[in-house]
């Protein structure tokens, strides 16, 4: 084969009514109805970036501007929410970005994107399975050794895995319900926490809202800077506009997740209806909580004395509030809980959707004949996160989920436009409003944020990207469904 139809061949699609079809005979059961999406979508998203980030980067980068840097946050997502809308009520079936990329933009930016959407979701699992352990540990008191970031075998953090696995292979209903009673629980103390933080409310202390920007830290290195500054030599800094916007980049990690609701097209009832109000409406709440709370806490604490390992449980504490500090701690464990719940069943979807397709071994998509789910990628996913959260401290690699999500994101949004191209009579009962500039626009937010991590992320990412193309290279390009003599 010549290098020009090696070429063409790594741009091959996938028919969207194959698509279509696949999903109609995979064997994943419809059960899901909106208010499940909408709790699945809550459950992933109030996790860790309202227990945790929004107390690092107001003490770190924006101080009270976080406020700003979950806002921005918020409306790239949203922009990414409504092209996920449109596609996932055109093309409802598991595999999300993956498969969106599959139909319109070709093979090797399906495996691509795929392959980072497995990143983000095992990595973040890890993460929060890792900082579910630590409040584990500080409410009941249990020996850090076995349950702490200085543990040998984090032990906590590999049971909570396996407890949620075996959940997660039980059935779709089984985790919807899980994650349902979860999300109740939380969301009620996250509204406890502004309403109560109300009566602590120093103005004096949201004063000035963005901080003069200032020189980082004479330990930073120009791997800390964000790719954006060290590409236009520009000097490092903290606070101020750009921190807002640094900020902003890492707590989109807060909003990660939402994408999830995507791969259960195939376990939804009515997807046409439900996916669009599953994302947009789960978004939307989250959206209004992360705001609120961040807001609240900066007004409590002055930015610079915030506790960044439990910010909002300390800074009840600090006004003489306790009891609130253990709601609090409460809250952070059932919402570390359901964002690992939804997490295990979204790598279960995508690598079967992935297996299907060929890309990865065929045996991963088999489905249970009992309880009708993925259950062998599930597992496998799952040994794989307990081997990475028990043993390896991964708290710095946070940037690493929002820079795959962000990349799965701007793939996403270049989808829309270009399936309403090559496929402009199919039906769309959710379209995107000022197709193609929205769309094109949201890409271009994604790139921006992505720019505004640090190099030490990038380099990561791109040592994670090739390990992928090798793997393709070896195996799924020869095997995928789409090569002639495979079907």
Not at 187 to 196: D, R, T
Not at 219 to 230: E, F, K, M, R
Not at 251 to 268: I, P, Q
Not at 428 to 448: D, H
Request: proline share 5%.
């Amino acid at each position: 084969m010549s290098i020009y139809g090696f070429g063409v061949s790594l741009l091959r699609t996938m028919p969207v009514d194959a698509v279509l079809a696949r999903g109609e005979r995979g064997g994943l059961r419809r059960r899901l109805s909106a208010k499940d999406l909408v709790g699945f979508g809550i459950g992933i998203i109030i996790g860790s970036g309202i227990f945790t980030l929004t107390g690092i980067e107001a003490k770190q980068h924006a101080g009270p501007g976080v406020v700003l840097s979950f806002v921005i946050g918020g409306i790239v997502a949203a922009l990414a929410a409504l092209c996920y809308a449109e596609l996932a009520s055109a093309v409802p079936t598991a595999g999300s970005a993956y498969t969106y990329a599959y139909a319109t933009l070709g093979e090797i930016f399906a495996w691509i994107i795929g392959w980072d959407l497995l990143l983000e979701f095992a990595l973040g699992a890890s993460v929060v399975s890792r900082s579910w352990s630590g409040y584990v540990a500080n409410l009941f008191n249990l020996p850090q050794q076995w349950f702490g970031e200085d543990s040998t075998v984090n032990i906590g953090a590999i049971l909570i895995i396996a407890v949620l696995a075996a959940v997660a292979v039980a059935g779709i209903q089984e985790s919807s319900w899980v994650t349902n009673a979860l999300v109740v629980l939380k969301v009620a103390v996250c509204v406890l926490v502004v309403v109560a933080g109300l009566f602590f409310f120093n103005a004096a202390n949201l004063v000035p809202f963005i901080p003069p920007a200032q020189p980082a830290a004479s330990s930073a290195t120009v791997y800390d800077q964000p790719l954006l500054n060290a590409a236009l030599g520009l000097e490092q800094s903290m606070y101020g506009i750009s921190g807002v916007l640094t900020a902003a980049a890492i707590v989109f990690f807060g909003y990660t997740g939402f994408e999830s609701l995507a791969n259960l097209g195939e376990e939804t009832k009515r997807p046409e209806r439900d996916l669009p109000v599953g994302l947009l409406g789960s978004l939307a709440l989250c959206s209004l909580l992360y705001v609120a709370v961040s807001f609240v806490l900066t007004a409590m604490v002055d930015y610079r004395d915030i506790n960044v390992g439990a910010p909002i449980a300390a800074a009840f504490e600090s006004v003489g509030a306790p009891w609130i500090a253990g709601l609090v701690g409460i809250g952070a464990i059932l919402g570390l809980t359901s964002v690992m719940m939804v997490e295990l069943v979204t790598i279960g979807r995508i690598g079967f959707a992935m297996s299907r397709d060929g890309l990865l071994p065929h045996t991963l998509s088999r489905v249970h004949p009992r309880w009708g789910t993925p259950y062998r990628v599930t597992i496998g996913g799952a040994v794989l996160i307990m081997l990475i959260a028990g043993f390896v401290p991964i708290t710095e690699l946070a940037d690493m989920v929002s820079i795959g999500a962000l990349s799965g994101f701007f793939i996403v949004a270049l989808a829309v436009p270009v399936l309403r191209y090559r496929r402009p009579e199919l039906e769309r009962p959710f379209r995107v409003p000022l197709s193609p500039w929205l769309p094109i626009a949201t890409a271009l937010a994604c790139l921006y944020l992505m720019a505004n991590l640090n190099v030490l992320t990038w380099l990561r990412f791109g040592v994670w990207l090739a390990i992928g193309l090798a793997i393709y290279l070896l195996y799924g390009y020869r095997n995928a469904r789409v090569t002639p003599g495979k079907e």
